[in-house]
């Protein structure tokens, strides 16, 4: 690992403390994550693998250049919101070259990204369906960098020169630097009783990798997806730090055996579990579905299924309301002024305007609901409007027949049928064309198996039915 090298000398020459008895850095296949962490003997669980100090973090609270912008300025600039400030620091520091505290570490750092926010137009048609176009976010970015990383770039001359400005300050390193967080940032939250100070308002938000704050033993259970989603409202954005060694950990559903800890002065990564000599350290990323994973990282988790099958087991599909009112505004042939009305009041009313579906193969009862809402006659909208209550829905043949469609419309979203994509990837496919064949075909088979389900549900009630009525008949006898 020539090109790590610099990296750990640098690391281990600024405090930073790495078990080279029990971890080493390799480079497993690409499907393993490429490089990343391997146990040179077995190691126990509660084990230090390595250590980083607080101050080797890059965040716009350890970067120079918030101080040397003026934190007044910084604040006016914007750069205290979102990722721009750090990546203005991160463009800053690797302007700066080796006379960067952080030098070795960005030169360390991956230049180029298989996330679909680089892929050409004609790829990114292959991702048709899934939610991943929709959360690119490139316009955004480039507005981000327009608006504001421009601005600041010609207010303070002294700090970033014209010559820098063509190869360090480019959009396209913009992209680079939001992909290099997106992909391997942590949530670095501040020691309790750590100043308030206005430069600790710098910055933005990440959420990727989860920082733990050790029991009284050492240990703390890992945290949720559902705790990950629920910190990244409250997320303080000058918390987002880049952490030298921990982001060189790879991550596998369900796999982790590692996981980041903080202390006052330093972060800790400590073994979760025991780990084999030979086995790769894994950290988490929260145990995403592919569409996320893809277009955080690059890359997707391929994993043997019950069913015999390879998949994600955290996969998840979004299913958009609007295809549940056009189906049942067809169906039952409620008027669109009724329809807009009733989404309305759902909507006011805290309901949700995309249900999730993942591997539990369920329909979710507040997609039922609503369902049943747009259906109600005059009467029982009156009612359920005056309670305040959306309707409870019953799984009776009409609903189901509703359901049945609106999976069977979500699932026409998508230009390939599932049995397509599973003989591509029988053969040989460009690596974006095997990515976003797996993402679509891990969300079609949620959708098709919740389909035979509901196929189930009307089977066994038809031959419930079928047989009540022999019942019927032989005691009539
Ligand atoms: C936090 S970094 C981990 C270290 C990274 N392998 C490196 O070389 O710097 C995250 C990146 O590692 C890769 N990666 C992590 N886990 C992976 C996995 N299970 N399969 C494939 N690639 C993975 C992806 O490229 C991802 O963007």
Avoid at 23 to 47: C, Q
Avoid at 180 to 188: A, G, H, M
Avoid at 348 to 361: A, C, F, I, K, R
Wanted: glycine share 8%.
């Amino acid at each position: 690992m020539a090109d790590l090298d610099d990296f750990t000398a640098w690391f281990e020459q600024n405090n930073g403390f790495i078990d080279k008895e029990y971890m080493g850095f390799t480079v497993f296949s690409p499907e393993e994550g490429g490089r990343g962490a391997v146990a040179l003997k077995d190691i126990p669980e509660g084990h230090t693998l390595f250590t980083i100090p607080r101050t080797l973090t890059l965040s716009t609270r350890t970067s120079e250049l918030p101080h040397a912008f003026g934190l007044e300025a910084w604040k006016s600039a914007n750069l205290h919101q979102g990722w721009a400030g750090l990546i203005l620091c991160m463009m800053w520091e690797e302007a700066k070259g080796q006379a960067s505290k952080w030098g070795p570490y960005l030169a360390s750092l991956p230049s180029r990204f298989d996330t679909p926010v680089f892929w050409s137009d004609e790829d990114l048609t292959l991702l048709e369906g899934t939610t991943v176009v929709g959360k690119l976010g490139r316009e955004d970015a480039e507005r981000t960098y327009n608006e504001i990383i421009v601005p600041a770039l010609q207010s303070h001359p002294e700090l970033f020169s014209a010559e820098a400005a063509e190869k360090y300050y480019t959009l396209t390193q913009y992209h680079l630097m939001g992909s290099r967080i997106l992909s391997r940032s942590f949530d670095v939250e501040r020691w309790e009783g750590e100043g308030d100070d206005e430069e600790n308002e710098a910055a933005n938000t990440s959420r990727d990798m989860d920082v733990d704050e050790p029991e009284p033993q050492g240990e703390a259970a890992p945290a949720s997806a559902e705790d990950a989603v629920e910190e990244e409202e409250e997320e303080d954005p000058s918390d987002v730090a880049m952490v030298p060694v921990a982001d060189l950990l790879n991550a596998r559903f369900e796999c982790e055996n590692a996981k980041l800890f903080y202390e006052e002065k330093v972060l800790k990564m400590i073994s979760t579990k025991p780990i084999k000599a030979g086995e790769q350290i894994w950290n988490t990323y929260g145990d995403l579905p592919n569409s996320e994973l893809l277009r955080r990282y690059g890359h997707v988790d391929l994993l043997p299924l019950p069913n015999g099958k390879k998949g994600n087991p955290g996969d998840v599909v979004e299913l958009p309301a609007n295809i549940v009112a056009a189906v049942v505004t067809e169906k039952l042939g409620t008027s669109q002024a009724t329809a807009e009305e009733r989404i309305d009041w759902w909507l006011e009313e805290g309901g949700d305007d995309v249900y999730v579906l993942d591997n539990d193969l369920e329909i979710p009862p507040t997609l039922a609901s609503f369902a049943k809402l747009i259906g109600l006659s005059p009467e029982d909208w009156k009612k359920a409007k005056g309670k305040g209550k959306p309707p409870k829905a019953i799984m009776d043949q009409s609903m189901v027949e509703i359901l049945r469609e609106v999976l069977r419309r979500r699932l026409q979203q998508y230009p390939t049928s599932e049995v397509e994509d599973e003989k591509a990837l029988e053969g040989e496919l460009p690596l974006n064309a095997r990515h976003a064949t797996v993402v679509r075909l891990g969300e079609k088979r949620i959708l098709s198996g919740i389909l035979s389900n509901l196929k189930d549900v009307t089977k066994r009630k038809r031959d419930e039915e079928e047989r009540s009525g022999q019942k019927g008949k032989k005691s009539r006898k």
